[in-house]
């Protein structure tokens, strides 16, 4: 079993910039690779970035150029760097762990991850 905890969520004006951490507890000897997604008000939960064990990544379309996913092994830490936010990017951020495809970078399918943090708010105003 692994816990997921994220934090660093808030508000932001548009274009500004928020730094979301996913502390991973439990056992997390084992390798996996972590994802971050988003769920906005009445919308599905949908893909964001992903960093495999072997710190590949992998991003959506929408967050490419602004976005940038990193791991901290030694503090069972992954991180999420976002820049340049517009108001479309509100949404609850959610971290998540794949424990079986550890080494692919494109999963993009929340059934695929096998553990979830609870979620953080962002909110970025126009």
């Known amino acids: 079993q692994v816990e997921l905890v994220e934090s660093g969520g808030g508000l932001v004006q548009a274009g500004g910039s928020l730094r979301l951490s996913c502390a991973a507890s439990?056992?997390?000897?084992?390798?996996?690779?972590m994802g971050w997604f988003r769920q906005a008000p009445g919308k599905e939960r949908e893909f964001v970035a992903r960093i495999t064990t072997w710190s590949r990544t992998y991003y959506a379309s929408s967050v490419r150029g602004r976005f940038t996913i990193s791991r901290d092994n030694a503090k069972n830490t992954v991180y999420l760097q976002m820049d340049s936010l517009k108001p479309e990017d509100t949404a609850v951020y959610y971290c998540?762990?794949?424990?079986?495809?550890?080494?692919?970078?494109?999963?993009?399918?929340?059934?695929?991850?096998?553990?979830w943090g609870q979620g953080t708010q962002v909110s970025v105003s126009s």
């Open positions: 439990g056992r997390t000897d084992s390798s996996y690779a």
């Open positions: 998540a762990a794949d424990r079986h495809r550890s080494t692919i970078a494109v999963v993009t399918s929340p059934p695929d991850y096998d553990y």
